[in-house]
């Protein structure tokens, strides 16, 4: 198979795997008709916990990481290609974002980003998770968690491409995907500036209709 058709379809592949709605499925399963009707609006591990508490979550973020691993060893092992391996991690993140299953209405792609730096680097995810954590531990915002988390995956994928123990599209990879989740994080970022951003466990009350 060449280059550009096994890109494709690791792409295709990563946006379907991508889209699987876990915070619905879950938030379902634990009777809430639609987790979106809550706190930030979103599917993902934050939202579900503020919602549906810790045991519903852990599944969801279980789910949400495991697209993110399963979309870049689709491309990784299944179509053998960094190229598609690194394509279908960027649409795995935008598909959790935009889902075609949910409206196009999903999460802000943080576990599944993990779960695809996990699959791309070890050592990338190791550092996610320690940077992570000690934000959390320091500042307890999810939202600044994420986006400092992701940004630190960026950097060590770029260094491991710039040292050769990566290969090139791996850049793509890192670049796309810490783009996807930050920009998915606008509203976040400026309430943090403004000192109103909700806490971790904080703001998950039912949300008016038509709310962004």
């Known amino acids: 198979m060449n280059m550009p058709v096994a890109a494709a ?12 709605p876990f915070g ?3 938030g379902r399963l634990a009777g809430v008709r639609d987790v979106r009707e809550y706190g930030s609006g979103k599917i993902g591990f934050t939202n579900s916990l503020r919602t549906l508490g810790m045991k519903w979550a852990m ?13 870049v060893l689709v491309g990784r092992l299944l179509l053998d290609e960094p190229w598609a391996a690194a394509l279908a991690g960027i649409a795995a993140v935008l598909g959790h974002i935009y889902p075609v299953y949910a409206g196009f209405r999903g999460g802000r792609g943080v576990s599944t980003a993990f779960g695809a730096f996990l699959a791309v680097s070890w050592p990338a995810a190791l550092a996610v998770v320690t940077f ?36 090139n599209p791996y850049a793509v990879f890192a670049i796309g995907t810490m783009l996807a989740v930050e920009i998915s994080h606008r509203g976040n970022i400026r309430r943090l500036l403004a000192g109103t951003e909700p806490k971790l466990g904080q703001g998950g009350t039912r949300r008016a209709p038509g709310a962004s």
């Open 132 to 167: 992570s954590l000690i934000v959390l531990y320091l500042f307890r915002y999810a939202s600044l968690m994420s986006v400092v988390g992701v940004f630190v995956g960026f950097v060590v994928v770029i260094a491991l491409v710039a040292t050769g123990d990566l290969a």
């Open 59 to 71: 599944l969801v973020v279980a789910g949400d990481i495991t697209k993110g691993v399963a979309a």
């Open 24 to 26: 619905l499925i879950v």
């Open 9 to 20: 379809l690791g792409a295709l592949a990563g946006y379907v795997i991508g889209g699987i």
